[in-house]
């Protein structure tokens, strides 16, 4: 009984797919439960969310009392304090959910490079 290469082809074809598939399922499982893992510990402590909270009150009074302008410019530039704001406040957000996960990060480090 002799394979054709095409019949191998399709088989090593079908089973890349395949293969492509279960990995493609598994990561955006494991996203997910990362995801939902990090929403469950900030709705416990709300630590990361009220400090952003804060940051971006203090940061929208102090561009309003530096842009002291006309109503009409003040309009139009509104839009780029506001996303000045939300991207810095997302950087602290950032920095502090990767403090908070340092120690463990440096523990698989140190334990690959063994």
Sequence with gaps: MTVKSSELAQVKTNQRSRLRRQ???NFFKAVSAVVWKDLQAELRTL??????LVFSLLIIIIFNFA???DLKIRQS??????WATF???GTLGLNRSMA???PRLFGWFTACAR
């Design 23 to 25: 990995t493609s399922g």
């Design 47 to 52: 630590e990361l969310f009220s400090a952003m």
């Design 67 to 69: 842009l002291e302008l």
């Design 77 to 82: 530039v509104t839009s780029g304090v506001l």
């Design 87 to 89: 991207a810095f406040a």
């Design 100 to 102: 908070m996960k340092r």
